[in-house]
């Protein structure tokens, strides 16, 4: 191990979500630490805003892409097409996903359940045989699999995110086995974060809850980061087929 110090100078990392929340803060750091990146999301003018301010913020390359995870032919091309224009990835982080709300559990429909499917579970494993696959190839690199407690904890409000999150967990591992060991594979596991999305709760609700957390509060986005990070790097050369839970100690 040459350093304790993260440093990813010249390494090629690609993120999906990584517009806004927290694959926006996934995507500052990388930048500030001299990676080359590219964020991919369903709206391309979001990506090119968010990349244009961090290539101004931080001096780093960071190029936007149009992506919808969930269809499957546009993950084999995005995968193709970002390999060839970053000249490899080195650090794949499959970031996007979303958790629709649904009136009762008989009346979820067959387009939000399989949007759900796609976007958190089908999408995430195309782009990871793609890239891992090619990482093998090239020698070596490091996926990085945005779960959630959900996962690990599934409650009638989240059935469908939490299935699929589940089975990100079990891709995670199974993944970690067929790249290892030139490729690590792991997971972190988020809890609450206040993200954009954290505007439109009932806030005096959620501050009751997170009173139960070890924390007392939920995550600031930039929290998610040293856990990123961690996986990503040399420093967790001996960490593969892991879920790092990220929750400020909620209860289950």
């Known amino acids: 191990m040459s350093t304790w110090a993260f440093d990813f100078t010249d390494k090629k990392i690609v993120i999906t979500g990584g517009s ?4 926006l803060e996934m995507a500052r750091a990388f930048s500030l630490l001299g990676a080359d990146v590219a964020i991919a999301s369903r709206k391309l003018a979001a990506c090119e805003d968010a990349a244009a301010a961090l290539t101004a913020e ?4 960071v190029r936007p892409y149009a992506l919808q995870v969930a269809d499957w032919d546009q993950c084999t091309d995005f995968a193709q097409t970002v390999w060839h224009d970053m000249g490899g990835v080195d650090v794949l982080v499959n970031n ?10 008989s009346g979820i429909s067959e387009e939000l359940y399989d949007k759900v499917i796609g976007l958190n579970l089908k999408g995430p494993f195309r782009l990871s045989a793609l890239l891992g696959e090619k990482m093998v190839e090239a020698g070596g690199g490091a996926i990085v699999n945005i779960s959630s407690i959900a996962s690990l904890h599934p409650k009638p409000e989240t059935v469908p995110y939490s299935a699929a999150k589940a089975g990100l967990n079990a891709t995670t591992t199974a993944l970690a086995h067929a790249y290892g060991p030139s490729v690590r594979v792991n997971a972190v596991v988020p809890g609450t974060f206040l993200t954009d999305v954290s505007r439109h709760w009932d806030h005096a609700a959620f501050a009751k809850r997170a009173q139960t957390f070890a ?3 939920g995550g600031d986005p930039e929290e998610i980061v040293g856990a990123v990070l961690y996986l990503a790097s040399s420093l967790a050369s001996y960490t593969t087929g892991a879920l790092l839970t990220v929750d400020g100690g909620a209860p289950d």
Do not use: V
């Open 96 to 105: 996007a996903g979303s958790s629709p709300l649904y009136d009762s559990i």
């Open 58 to 61: 931080t001096g780093s390359t």
């Open 215 to 217: 924390a007392q509060r």
């Open 20 to 23: 806004r929340g927290l694959g």
